[in-house]
């Protein structure tokens, strides 16, 4: 492919290097081979269950420990997808109470039935209504069914809350008396609990430069309204590189270019994100999505404990790999060999331990993650699974249901018998036996990217994203899966979602 002057231009303002976008033409030309995935991880191979002496153990550690620790959370997601089938149901209802019953009526929408009828139960029903009442003059007049097709036209609308253009982290979520929260709060609630030293809680959302602003001015307002308080909030954000971006191809793996014939590139996906979470300087990281909280005390008590019991596994494993490396640099006797061989097979999932004292301090060298999962109960997404890697070796590691050969029986026979799923509940250890932090990029596993079809201006197109964060990003970590329950896994992937039981009143 030869560069115009105009392309080189537009990769140097990215940050992009020809070597890269060569190799991203030639990723779409030879494809991304499916993952071969030989089991699923369950309890007693690769997933731990923990006995309540043990969760008392692991959360008197975390809790006596003085690493620095730091929330890290992804919420660059736009609200857009929590509301794409409210905006086609507006396209398509008119305000006439027979009509809007016919259409919930129809297979499309009829989940929207709960919705409508409950709508005063949303966070943001006082202030759509408010304006509601304001725009729509007759409002008042229109049976209740009616107003809530007008509230969420207003909800919605360019001239009310425009809460479908909002990042989700800013969406009400949760209503307190008159308080109201969004998911981006609800986090800072969450961090007193288990992500605060020395009462300092530190946090980093990762997010869309355009709305840097409205997070800002959130925060300010959260942090106003809990000035009492004796927590010293630290809160900082990133945003995705452009080097990250990726190319857009044409179905024949051509360059796709736009109407100003211009190279066309597109963000690389959650697994850029591997570049902040290096950034990040701390001794124990926890990872979780930006819509995963909850409103039920109940529920906040229980992710409290969860998130300190992961945190006392990680330190516990860690010091005792670091011990173990010290040991192999001083004196590597055979009988320690095989002691270290034992334990990598017993506590790291590693199923062939090298037998040389070099390579076996190699091994050990990582960063470890301890993750949370959750009993499968249907919900999308990926899970754990024991993986054949490039040369034959088998680690566990995070899959999603797009990694997996979908022609071929025996891998999607795997993946239905799957017993567990990751919720997105990461802690992390970055930090190596002489407290130096890990250059994270080199644990990634590159050739796990994803390839998929989208739509750009009427035109199908190919687009690449990198290896996801939890997959392909963390693929050579040390990774330790922990059965935990099922009720610190509240996402929102709707707005029908804030009805559930999480996001009401206890």
């Known amino acids: 492919m030869q560069l115009s002057s105009k392309h080189k231009k537009c990769l140097e303002t990215k940050g992009i290097s020809e070597i890269d976008l060569r190799n991203q033409l030639q990723t779409f030309q030879a494809g991304i081979p499916f993952v071969k995935i030989l089991d ?8 731990k269950k923990l006995s309540n002496e043990e969760e008392k153990l692991y959360q008197k550690i975390y809790d006596h420990s003085k690493a620095k620790v730091i929330k890290f ?9 929590m509301f794409r089938l409210v905006h086609q149901f507006l396209d398509k209802v008119e305000v006439d109470e027979k009509k809007i019953h016919a259409l919930l009526k129809t297979q499309e929408f009829s989940v929207l039935n709960s919705l409508i009828s409950k709508i005063d139960k949303l966070a943001f029903y006082e202030q759509a209504k408010a304006l509601s009442k304001q725009y729509y003059q007759n409002f008042e007049s229109h049976t209740r069914i009616e107003q809530a097709v007008l509230i969420l036209k207003i909800a919605l609308s360019e001239k009310g809350l425009k809460l479908d253009t909002l990042p989700k982290g800013l969406i009400p979520f949760h209503h307190y008396g008159q308080q109201i929260l969004t998911p981006f709060e609800e986090h800072l609630e969450e961090a007193k609990s288990y992500a605060t030293k020395n009462n300092k809680a530190q946090l980093h959302f990762t997010i869309s430069k355009e709305h840097e602003s409205d997070f800002k001015a959130t925060l300010k307002q959260y942090l106003k309204s809990h000035h009492k308080e004796n927590i010293d909030f630290d809160v900082n954000f990133s945003y995705q590189k452009s080097s990250t971006d990726t190319i857009a191809v044409h179905l024949d793996n051509t360059p796709f270019r736009d109407e100003n014939g211009q190279l066309f590139f597109r963000p690389g996906g959650h697994g850029a994100l591997i570049h902040n979470l290096n950034a990040i300087v701390a001794d124990i990281i926890f990872i979780k999505n930006i819509d995963n909280v909850s409103k039920k005390q109940v529920d906040k008590i229980q992710t409290s404990k969860n998130k300190r019991i992961l945190a006392g596994i990680l330190l516990n494993l860690q010091q005792k790999i670091f011990d173990y490396q010290i ?8 009988g320690l060999i095989e002691e270290v061989q034992q334990f990598a097979r017993e506590n790291l999932n590693i199923k ?8 076996l301090f190699k091994t050990l060298h990582r960063p470890i993650r301890v993750c949370g999962m959750v009993k499968n109960d249907g919900e999308p997404g990926g899970g754990p699974f024991w993986v054949q890697g490039d040369n034959g070796e088998q680690s566990l590691q995070i899959v999603e249901t797009s990694q997996v050969d979908p022609s071929a029986d025996d891998q999607q026979q795997i993946l239905n018998d799957a017993t567990h799923f990751n919720p997105v509940d990461i802690v992390c250890g970055v930090r190596d036996f002489k407290g130096q932090k890990y250059d994270l990029m080199q644990f990634v596993n590159t050739k796990r990217g994803f390839i998929t079809q989208k739509s750009v201006e009427g ?15 963390m693929a050579y970590w040390h990774s330790i899966f922990v059965e935990v329950p099922l009720s610190t896994f509240n996402p929102v992937k ?5 009805l559930k039981p999480a996001h009401q009143q206890d």
Request: net charge neutral; charged share 20%.
């Open 40 to 47: 699923y991880a369950h309890l007693g191979k690769g997933i």
């Open 73 to 81: 959370i992804p919420a660059s997601g736009a609200a857009s997808r």
């Open 327 to 334: 040991a192999l640099k001083q004196n590597p006797t055979s």
């Open 352 to 359: 062939s331990p090298p037998d040389k004292s070099s390579e």
């Open 459 to 473: 035109q199908d197109i190919k687009a690449l994203e990198l290896p996801g964060l939890w997959n392909g990003g």
């Open 494 to 498: 709707t707005v029908v979602d804030l």
